[in-house]
């Protein structure tokens, strides 16, 4: 794959003789172990266990997953050879149910090869393989237009919250959320990010400060509490963040805690804005209460690492995304333009020029 080569540039899934390498996010910022994976079911686990996370990224680690498990098909007949690639894109489309991207990159590959059976078995797994890369190609490219399509909306000197990690890490590269932060930085806008923790996998504290801080952009990290004490103090004058999917109506599904944050913006008066590619648009669903919210682990939130903080059997709820609805939201920025007002037309418009 033709990635430029650039240290600085951080991207969570690279590609070595046919095998691909993964940023293990669990670890960060402690450790930075890249773990190798060949088969669809070693990159199935990866994303269920949230080695690769954020809804772009485990969308590009889908496609590169269901491309490791065509090449190891054996089958006679193209026709035999989707049957068994469907299973597959099964099982992968099974690992997380909330960021939409994941089930559009398998129904992408999956489209490939129906619409190409007239290709024999091994025309297929090259164009399979063809189509994993170029879903992971374009993915960088898209965060770095949207960033230039968001970046006007933030002003010269502004201090920025944004939840959970919506960077490179989350994607191919950029970052969605934080690309637009970096697009602003680029045009030479002096821009300081808070960060939330994000409990409780703190995606905010390990991954967001890890990034930013590589890049020399200024963050300060607090507690997800504290969001509203700094806008009361006037020390937020914007927020952005990422989405996991956004229905027709631009009801947005993101990291747990990303609606409380809203409704501190409207409080306050400050804009909220939601960074997102065209692949997060989910417009099976005509809002945000039909979209699958996914429940983890009650050992995130009683547990960190093994030192245990709550009383042995207590009963524990862990959503992991929440609905922040439209009404909280001032722009939805795609890589397309700038959404806002009336979404139902504005987002179906931008899927129609995909
Ligand atoms: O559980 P995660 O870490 O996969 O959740 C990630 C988020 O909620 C991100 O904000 C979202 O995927 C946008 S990432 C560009």
């Known amino acids: 794959m033709s990635c430029p ?8 899934i690279r590609f070595i003789a046919g095998q691909c390498q993964m940023l293990d996010q669990r670890l960060l910022p402690a450790e930075e172990v ?31 997953g ?12 193209s026709w035999d050879f989707f049957q068994q690639f469907k299973e597959i894109c099964d099982v ?17 590959m999956k489209h490939f090869t129906e619409s190409n059976l007239e290709r024999s ?17 374009e993915d960088e490219k898209i965060n770095r237009t949207m960033g230039k399509h ?11 919250l944004t939840h959970c990690n919506a960077g490179a890490l989350a994607t191919a590269g950029y970052g969605t959320a ?6 602003a930085v680029e045009a030479g806008k002096k821009v300081s990010v808070i960060a939330d923790e994000t409990r409780p996998f703190l995606q905010g504290a390990r991954l967001t400060a890890w990034e930013l801080q590589k890049d020399n952009i200024p963050v300060t990290l607090i507690c997800d509490n504290m969001a509203g004490y700094l806008m009361s103090k006037g020390a937020i004058d914007c927020v952005i963040v990422g989405a996991d999917r956004v229905a027709a109506n631009g009801d947005v599904a993101n990291k747990i805690g990303t609606y409380t944050v809203a409704v501190l913006a409207k409080e306050h008066n400050l804009p909220f804005y939601v960074a997102a590619p065209v692949s997060t648009i989910d417009l099976s669903l005509s809002d945000g209460s039909q979209i699958p919210i996914e429940e983890r682990d009650a050992r ?17 709820f862990n959503p992991a995304f929440d609905i922040t609805p439209q009404r909280l939201v001032t722009a939805i920025i795609t890589e397309k333009g700038v959404v806002q007002g009336d979404y139902l037309t504005g987002l179906s418009e931008n899927i129609r020029q995909r």
């Open 5 to 12: 080569i650039d240290s600085k540039v951080i991207r969570p």
């Open 178 to 183: 934080l690309g637009v932060i970096r697009a």
């Open 92 to 108: 992968l489309a099974a690992t997380r149910p909330t960021a939409v991207n994941l089930v559009w990159a398998l129904d992408r």
């Open 121 to 137: 078995v091994l025309e297929l797994k090259i164009g399979l393989e063809y189509e994993a890369l170029a879903i992971t190609e």
């Open 150 to 160: 968001g970046e006007v909306l933030i002003p010269d000197g502004a201090r920025v």
């Open 34 to 64: 890249w773990h190798t994976y060949k088969t669809y079911q070693e990159v199935a686990e990866a994303i269920r266990s949230m080695v690769v996370r954020g809804a772009p990224a485990i969308g590009v680690a889908a496609a590169i």
């Open 300 to 316: 995130e939130l009683t547990h960190i690492k093994d030192i245990q903080l709550a009383p042995e059997g207590v009963d524990v």
């Open 66 to 77: 269901a491309w490791f498990g065509a090449r190891d098909i054996e089958a006679e007949s």
